[in-house]
């Protein structure tokens, strides 16, 4: 079956520096998506990147879909003792295939 | 509107007893997903319906589970009998549209906690 893993498993950041999660798979996607779980919290929507080479940014949050459609990342700038929590990215590999297929997820945690 | 609702929040049982966790998806929305998290095991998508209809139960673990929904705004998800093995978060979700889709975004609940003793 379809595996989507991620990098790194955990993050501790200072607050204020940058941080990178990267999401990779065995096989070409139809489209990527990107979620963020607070502690104890569910998984909430972020972004949907469908195109290859597709980058999309959301303030700090800037997000990439690769070239050859078997990665992505997600990029915060600046972090900020908010950002706190568990980043998944969630791909479809065929259209039409309705499964979303979530990764192992990066927990990020703020050193103030 | 209020968004996906499950009950329980909570629950903790006992080893054999049956459990079952109900999901109230948002209305008008197609498509109606289990999920279990664990620390090991992550996210794992268990069955998904559309149209009130199962279309993939694969990633069920063993026919102790079952799932079913009788309308567009019910789901459960039952266990039984249940083991220790079966403790983790249980999240439903519901999406309007073909995930995949532009509109293929899941809302989540959030969450039912299963301990089972």
């Known amino acids: 079956g379809q595996q989507v893993m991620q990098i790194p498993q955990y993050q501790h950041v200072q607050e204020g520096e940058d941080f990178t999660t990267y999401c990779n798979s065995s096989?070409?996607?139809?489209?990527i998506q990107w979620y963020k779980q607070r502690p104890g919290g569910h998984p909430v929507f972020l972004i949907q990147?469908?195109?290859?080479?597709e980058v999309k940014k959301q303030k700090r949050l800037t997000f990439q879909f690769g070239e050859a459609k078997k990665n992505s990342s997600l990029h915060i700038t600046a972090t900020q003792t908010t950002d706190v929590g568990t980043y998944f990215c969630?791909?479809?590999?065929?259209?039409?295939?309705?499964?979303?297929?979530f990764g192992t997820g990066t927990r990020l945690t703020i050193i103030p | 509107d209020a968004g996906v609702i499950q009950s329980p929040r909570h629950e903790v049982t006992e080893m054999g007893q049956e459990v079952t966790l109900r999901c109230k998806p948002i209305?008008?929305?197609?498509?109606l997903f289990w999920y279990r998290q664990t620390m090991m095991r992550g996210l794992e998508l268990l069955i998904y319906?559309?149209?009130?209809?199962?279309?993939?139960d694969s990633g069920m673990p063993e026919d102790r589970f079952s799932a079913k929904m009788p309308n567009a705004s019910f789901s459960t998800l039952k266990i039984q009998p249940s083991e220790p093995r079966d403790s983790a978060v249980y999240f439903c979700?519901?999406?309007?549209?073909?995930?995949?889709?532009?509109?293929?975004?899941?809302?989540f609940g959030e969450g039912s906690r299963l301990t089972v003793l």
């Open positions: 990147l469908v195109k290859s080479g």
């Open positions: 209305s008008g929305h197609d498509y």
């Open positions: 969630a791909a479809v590999s065929n259209f039409g295939n309705e499964k979303l297929t």
């Open positions: 979700a519901s999406s309007p549209g073909l995930a995949g889709g532009f509109d293929g975004e899941l809302f």
């Open positions: 319906f559309n149209n009130n209809v199962p279309i993939d």
């Open positions: 096989t070409t996607l139809s489209n």
